[in-house]
């Protein structure tokens, strides 16, 4: 714009040598405001008049597709392992490192460093208060967990084989009486 | 007005402007000084100090607090005294009132930066100060709306400019805010409970909060921006037509959208929609402001690169127009999904507040300070190296939160093909994103080190300006008042008292859609769904939350969405948190969710944890407790506090009302002997505050 196009716009308001000048609103933006605004008449037809889902629907229909993830999983992905094929991986030592470091993390809270007990019992002598101490036992109890005990239930929260590592490794110290360690609780297991 | 003709020449009370000033210099270097402990302690925990004073959760509502109220609030003082004296052509109504004004105000943040430290905390985002400080703000207000509107009454120039539509708009609107989210029924000389619960306290709380943004950090700096960028860049305004439709646009509009600070919560699905669409709506009245600002600079672009008055201006006026449009993007409900609870959030606010408040601020007060001192700018050059500091450092810290929040959001989303979390961890989550809480604290090092120079620069420019002048007088025999009224919105520029009106009207018609339906939400809960209240001994513990600010870290809210479901358990539903005064959904997911963490752990895994948060989880951030175990709870006070409660409507019967000390007692001595059993050494911890805080977490999800 011109020096003498601007004057012609200039209007005779004066604010304390403040002048203003007479544009019109700048079309794109005018559009703008004319879109949003019809954006909103649109959102809030398609949900409340032409029957689009409410918030609870919403969820439901997500959750669905997840649970039929996981239920493929639970169908295909069920290759339980025997005890025996479970005791022979305790030789792998990556896995067992690999437990302890998860253990470190998640279990130590409760469980001690070493797995002497606090919170929750010692894991490493020969009393259980749940089950036998066997691998497929303390995957079952890691996954369930005894919520009302204060144990959490890990299914969630650790992917399979973590959990399955991390038994190894409680396996693994069996016997280990580290200083420290909680008196028994529970059965003694021969 | 007769007077007028006898009184041709005025003196401007210029130094009610300068005080404001000091003080905005002053409280803004506090405020980022505070600001930049907080973000180190999110780095670094240890930053606290082991201080109860000095903890991320009592210091972040004083760092909020003071950036607002006190550097913003001086700010916007110093330039509406300023400015509208001269728009009005008139000295301030009344002396007394102005300084009543600003030694009530400075009072008020002292009184701030005690009480939280302390701990006297509501827990309500930017309303945290507690139930007499609430009062006293009230009256400082009202005396600042006497004083504005009492000046608007006596002036000599017929029309209003559009500056002053926006400061009527926020003196009015800030005012009916203000006084209805702090409606409180006071249990001590420190303590109160909001008359509102649970959505109720959330719906009216954010749409406080949301305008609190609109009113306080966007009207009045609009306002200041009308005046200071034609005046420092000596330009006229580019479109007076848009002044018009953007401002009542602005002010009809924004008032709608505070429930996008609740979106997929459980707040009632036609709040969170008029929330949303709202907010969408709110884009182009926003523009219209960045565009008539920054068109106001054309032809005078050269000074861009040479004024560092007129840079400040246009970056804040340009930060202005990306706030606003991230704003609305943000409130579309799935982008709210990944962006929410995250520090995309802190990214986005400090995007408005630093670029667009602090920027305008500085610009303002460079502008300003030689005007009023009757000198010159000491150094152009610091004053130029203040503005690429500071400008850097808002874009490191912008970036950098963006980054952190969409990170830890995305890890938060992500659900693997098994149908399970793929980072199920939630510290996992956190620790990824500690980095870049190491970049954002250099952003704010470098943008206080910016403000710094611009403090020695005025310290300078105010020494060495010349001394014992006499205030300016400003002839006005020849301003008059018999201009003609004109029509339409120009008569109404004329009518003063009709624009406030119209400005309130336009104000109340959002607020009372969607407040008053919210008030009366509670009856309609089947009777089947009612929770329990609170037991004596976990309402304590509630307190001690609330004191303590968790909410500055910890939401209760678990949202209607799957990641969250599966992380968290059931979406959180109304009736769960019908009793809960003030109402704690939080804002801020630094830490996990906490609405069902109530039977998760044992009590004494919370207790181990509240102490020392990294003997059971290496690596929080959260920061440690240590003080709740050894300050002793009061019990006398729950009957009194229950007996509020009850006045409020939470069923309790009299009996309980009656032996709510008691009663406390007898859950806490029970909580005691079953940790005392686990681990002999905690002898000393009967009767204290922790034990109640477990009771409360315990509970949470449990009702």
Known sequence: ????????KLMDHDYDGIQELDNPLPGWWLMTFYLSIIFAIGYVMFYYVFGGPNSDQELAASMEKIELRRAAVAVTGGDEKDESVLVALTSDSTKIEAGQKEFLV????????????????????????????????????????????????????????MIENVALYIYSIKGTNPPGAKPPQGNKIE | MSMENNQSRTVYDDDIVKKFIYAALIWGAAAFAVGLLAATQLAYWQANFNLEWLTFSRIRPLHTNAAIFAFGGNAIFAGIYHSSQRLLKTRLYSDSLSSIHFWGWQLIILAALITLPLGFSQSKEYAELEWPIDIAITVIWVIFAINFFGTIAVRRVKHLYVALWFYIA????????????SIEIPVSYLQSYPVYAGVQDALVQWWYGHNAVAFFLTTPFLGLMYYYIPKAANRPIYSYRLSIVHFWSLVFIYIWAGPHHLLNSALPDWAQTLGMVFSIMLWAPSWGGMINGLLTLRGAWHKVRTDPIIKFLAVAVTFYGMSTFEGPLLSIKSVNSLAHYTDWIIGHVHGGTLGWNGFLTFGMIYYLVPKLWNTKLYSQRLANNHFWIGFFGILIYYISMWASGITQGLMWQSID?????????????????????????????????????ML????KTISLAPKGQDEQQ????????????????????????????????AILVGSIIEIVPTLAIHKYLPDANKVRPYTPLEQAGRDIYVKEGCYTCHSQMIRKLDFDVIRYGEASKLEESMYDRPFQWGSKRTGPDLARVGGKYPDMWHYRHMIDPREITPKSIMPAYPWLDNKKLDYQILRRKLSVMKRLGVPYDDETVANAD???????????????????????????????LISYLQSLGKK
Not at chain 1, 127 to 135: A, F, L, N, P, V
Request: aromatic share 8%; glycine share 8%.
């Open chain 2, 474 to 505: 400003v002839d006005m025999s020849n301003i008059t008042m018999d201009e003609v009224a004109g029509t339409g919105h120009r008569k109404l520029e004329s009518l003063g008292a009709v624009f406030t009106v119209l400005v309130f009207i």
């Open chain 2, 417 to 453: 093909a098994n149908g399970q979390l793929a980072y199920p961890d939630f510290v996992e989550t956190v620790i990824k994103i500690v980095p870049l809480y190491y970049a954002r604290a250099i952003g704010g090092s470098l943008f206080l080190i910016g403000f710094i120079l």
């Open chain 1, 1 to 8: 714009m011109n020096q003498s196009n601007e004057n012609d």
């Open chain 2, 662 to 692: 008691i009663i406390a007692e007898k859950e806490s001595l029970e909580l005691f002997n079953a940790l005392l059993e686990q681990d002999p050494s905690l002898e000393n911890i009967k009767d204290t505050q922790i034990i109640a």
């Open chain 2, 456 to 459: 020695i620069n005025m310290w």
């Open chain 2, 170 to 181: 926020t003196i009015l609107t800030v005012a009916v805010l203000h006084v209805v989210n």
């Open chain 1, 106 to 161: 998640k279990c130590m809270a409760c469980h001690g460093n070493q797995g002497q007990g606090l919170i929750g019992p010692n894991l490493t002598d020969e009393y259980w208060i749940h089950g036998d101490g066997s691998i497929t036992n303390i995957i079952a109890m890691v996954n369930t967990g005894v919520p009302e005990k204060g144990m959490p239930p890990w299914k969630d929260l650790i992917q399979p084989d």
